[in-house]
């Protein structure tokens, strides 16, 4: 755990950007809240296979996502018909499930955080295949090999999650705020 948030804070200090990845149900409302308020990508629903290994068209389908909640923000989609309209509906909630954490991904991730490397085996093979390192809480029925910072804990449990994504967490915000001053250091006086 403590390898895990030093490594994390070292990325989030070199604004590199964490994707999170936590899809069932004991999880996904302590992933989301933790993704939301610490500025990271997060994936809740379902991990959509090739999110990482072919980015290109994964970051095209986000673009469209987004154009279609836009539109639809700005009524421009009022001049189709009813059911066009309930078809555009329909696509952009069901396109909500796959890309809602990931609308501000522009680029590949520099770390994954996974809640049960088993459970999301798919997303811990494509981190292998892209050399991007996995950050994973396994549970005994996981290889902790495959994993660059394996966290042995109850990947089931509520409040287990809840208090490793905490002490994540922390060293995540000290990270960032390393940055901030940093980079404020590094910017030139205004005069």
Known sequence: LIKAGEFLK???????????VGTMPA???IVEEFAKKLG??????????????????????????????TDKASGKLEKYTKKEQSDFDKETVRLSGFFRGLESMSVLPQALVIID?????????EAQRLNIPVVGIINTDSNPE??????PANSNAKTS???LLNQ??????????????????AAPAVK
Not at 10 to 20: D, N, S
Not at 117 to 125: D, F, G
Request: net charge positive.
């Open 10 to 20: 070292e990325t989030a200090k070199k604004g590199g950007g964490i994707l999170v």
């Open 27 to 29: 999880s996904q409302t």
């Open 40 to 69: 990271l990508l997060f994936v809740v629903k379902r991990w959509l296979g090739g999110t990482l290994t072919n980015f290109k068209t994964i970051h095209q389908r986000i673009q469209y996502y987004i154009n279609l909640k």
């Open 117 to 125: 490397t088993k459970e999301h085996e798919i997303a811990l093979r």
């Open 146 to 151: 495959e994993v660059t910072y394996p966290i």
């Open 161 to 163: 999650v809840s208090w």
């Open 168 to 185: 994540l967490g922390m060293q995540i915000e000290e990270g960032a705020k390393e940055r901030t001053v940093a980079l404020a250091q």
